[in-house]
Structures are given as C-alpha cells and as structure tokens.
C-alpha cells in the first residue's frame, strides 16, 4: 500500500493517455498557447501505459481514471482500456463527448464513471469556448442522453465556471439535472501556463452555492465523492456538486497520483515536481525497480497546493497532466 509522509493512502491513478485534443477549450489549450505538444516518440505506447498502470495497482491502487487531451483520440484507446479494464480497478473516464456517442456501447457496463466536461448549455457559446463546432455540441449531448439511455451509472458533467463567460448558465446548469441522472460538478478555474487565467476569472465555488441556493433548497450527501461537495434538491433526478480547488482545497485527504501522457509520475496537480518513469522503463528496469521509485517518491507528495499560482508557470499544461 502506498502511503505518503503525512500518512495519506494513495489509491487513485489518473492517466493521461495523450496531450492531444479535437478541441481547443480557451481555460485549457487557448490557441496561440505558448506551451507545445510531447514529443510523439516521447508518448507512452499502449503496452507501456499498461505496465506502468499494473505496477501501479500491484501497490495498492483502487480507482484509475483515463483522461487527457482527449483520451479517446488514441487509435489505440481499446487496447489500452481493455487491459486496465481486467486488472482489479474501478475505472472512470473522463472525455469532452465529442466522440463518445460511438465508444459508448464497448463501454457500457466497465465503467464506475463516466465523466463528460461541459461548459455551457448554448451552442453559439459552445463553440466560441471550445473551438469546436455547434454540431460538436449536439454531439455531446446527444452522448450524454444516449449514455443515460443505456443505464450507465450517473454520468458526471464537469463545468469549469469563468466570470464574464459563463457564470450565468449555473442555474440553467442545475436544471439540466432536474431530470437527468447526473452529477453536474462546477469547478473552480485553475491556472496552467498559457491559460488565461487570472484571480478575477475565478468564481469561487462558495458564491456559486450561495447563488444556486436562492433559488434551490441544496440538502447535501456525503460519501458520493472525494473532492466535490454534493447536493440533492427536492424533485430532482439529478446531483449538484462544487469542486473547490482554489478556494476550498482537499489537500488532506488528496488520494490521488498521477501519470502524465509522457510516463511521468506526478504527485500533486498543482505541483510541478515529477518523476520519470517512462526513462526508467526504456532503460529496462524491472517491475520491483519501478515500485521503488514510485514508493520512494510518493514519500515527497506535497502535504497541499502551496504557492498555486507561482508554480503554475513552472507546471506543465493541463492535458499532459491528465485533468
Ligand atoms: N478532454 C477531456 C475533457 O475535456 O473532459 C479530458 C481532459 S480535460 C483536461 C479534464 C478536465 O479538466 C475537464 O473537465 C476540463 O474542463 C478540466 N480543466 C481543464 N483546464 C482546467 C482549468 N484551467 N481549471 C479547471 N478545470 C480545468
Ligand atoms: Fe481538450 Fe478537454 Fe482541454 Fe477542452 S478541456 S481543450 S476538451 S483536453
């Protein structure tokens, strides 16, 4: 089992499975962003994803979550999936929606969750945040519907909340759940290079409740998840929940590790300190000499996000991270 040094138990792998994206979201990858792509001979291979993603939970990993970029861009996506999906995990994903329509019938019933981001309700507006298309965002929602359909689990929609973009759509958001089974998650705005962001963009999540709350009597649950703080509201199908990186950080029960698109070992998402694995591996270290290295490194996980905005600079994008 792998613990930290201040005695958290790390359980949870997130993978990003290529820095690569269909979309260009301006709070993520905004064009002209100075930060370039990985090297592709520098991307992990199905085989090595799977590799590490083994060693990872011979040591005690529970939950592993593939996100990106855009995981599902990966032509090789199945092979990947279908490995970690026979290992003893609960596996989440994490996706834009823009291809997830086709995927969905290989994923029904292998996934604990599945996560599509959305940021806004309106297609002009969709387009303008994502550089995608207004059939992109027919395309998302109609994924989402289909998904529900299917009876995939509570499907959960991330929506990064920016003043002056869209901090007007909260309630539309909340309705959207009224007869959906969904989790809708507004988060914080967090700051990556290149991204855009500054504190007057960030809409803490305290005044989104306040704001949702005038409206909607919020009756909170425990135990749904690890990081947003969720809510039932009478009539509803549907969840809402707050994720409060900035302002209501979950340093101290952070489970979480990560592995970027690369085969770097991350131990704080806020933290430009990394490990890299993939080195070792191509250098031919065996399976025990990685468990070391990530046993001996996870001693040094962050006990919280200090100094977030100054480390941002010397981070890495958010889609090598792996949101
Ligand atoms: N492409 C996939 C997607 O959009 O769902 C997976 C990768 S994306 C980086 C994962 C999550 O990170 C998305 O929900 C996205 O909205 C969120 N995200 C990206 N940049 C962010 C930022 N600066 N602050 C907060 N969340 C962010
Ligand atoms: Fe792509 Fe997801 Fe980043 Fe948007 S948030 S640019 S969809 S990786």
Redesign the pocket.
């Known amino acids: 089992m792998l613990r930290d040094s201040f005695g958290r138990r790390l359980n949870y792998l997130r993978v990003?499975l290529t820095d690569r994206?269909n979309?260009r979201?301006s709070?993520?990858m905004p064009p002209g962003c100075p930060v370039g792509f990985i090297r592709r001979e520098n991307l992990l291979t199905a085989e090595e994803v799977k590799r590490l993603v083994r060693v990872f939970v011979s040591l005690g990993v529970e939950k592993v979550r593939l996100?990106?970029?855009?995981?599902l861009m990966r032509r090789d996506f199945w092979d990947v999936f279908n490995g970690i999906s026979r290992l003893p995990v609960k596996l989440n994903l994490?996706?834009?929606?823009v291809m997830l329509r086709d995927f969905l019938p290989g994923l029904r019933g292998r996934l604990h969750h599945l996560?599509?981001?959305l940021?806004t309700l309106s297609p002009k507006r969709y387009a303008r945040i994502t550089g995608g298309s207004r059939r992109d965002f027919y395309r998302v929602l109609d994924a989402i519907n289909t998904a529900l359909e299917m009876d995939f689990p509570l499907v959960k929609i991330?929506?990064?909340v920016i003043r002056g973009f869209n901090e007007d759509e909260l309630l539309n958001f909340v309705e959207f759940a009224r007869d959906r089974r969904v989790a809708v998650r507004f988060?914080?705005?967090?700051?990556?290079p290149g991204?855009g962001?500054g504190a007057d963009k960030v809409v803490p999540v305290g005044e989104m409740k306040e704001v949702i709350g005038r409206f909607y009597p919020l009756k909170p649950v425990r135990g749904f998840s690890e990081v947003s703080r969720d809510y039932t509201i009478p009539g509803f199908k549907g969840l809402v929940g707050f994720i409060g990186?900035l302002t209501q950080p979950f340093c101290d029960t952070c489970n979480r590790l990560r592995l970027t698109a690369d085969g770097c070992l991350k131990l704080c998402l806020l933290s430009p300190v990394e490990v890299n694995l993939r080195r070792m591996l191509r250098d031919g270290a065996d399976d025990d000499e990685i468990r070391e290295a990530i046993k001996r490194a996870v001693f040094f996980k962050p006990k919280g996000a200090e100094n977030t905005v100054r480390n941002a600079e010397r981070n890495r994008r958010?889609?090598a991270?792996?949101?």
């Open positions: 990003s994206c979309l979201c709070y993520c996100t990106g970029g855009e995981p994490t996706t834009n929606g996560n599509v981001s940021d991330n929506t990064v988060i914080e705005f967090m700051p990556f991204n962001w990186s958010m889609v991270i792996g949101g």
